[in-house]
């Protein structure tokens, strides 16, 4: 319960500092007035995900930091987003060649 205070007043003090409204904060994360609200005054019910997103909607910068951390607690690095190999056709992923036989 105390994370989720902490959670909803930083959500609360973060927008009010970038001058936006809980409508416009709504907006942002697909959401609403109401439950914004409902986060910045640390609702039992409400899950971490949707805290999470408030947070990166209203502070971009707030993810990036999150996936660093991530590696120090891990002790290596973070899943990134993977980049596509996979070609059409019927070649190998790596070069893009025919399979040999």
Request: overall charge positive.
């Amino acid at each position: 319960m105390t994370t989720k205070l902490a959670l909803g007043d930083a959500v609360r003090s973060l927008r009010q500092r970038r001058g936006l409204s809980q409508e416009a904060l709504a907006e942002r994360m697909g959401s609403s007035q109401s439950r914004v609200a409902k986060l910045e005054d640390g609702a039992p019910g409400a899950s971490l995900d949707l805290y999470l997103r408030a947070l990166f909607s209203v502070h971009p910068p707030a993810q990036r930091d999150l996936a660093t951390l991530a590696r120090r607690w891990s002790g290596g690095t973070a899943p990134t987003a993977r980049r596509a190999t996979r070609r059409s056709g019927t070649g190998s992923r790596r070069t893009g060649r025919p399979r040999s036989g």
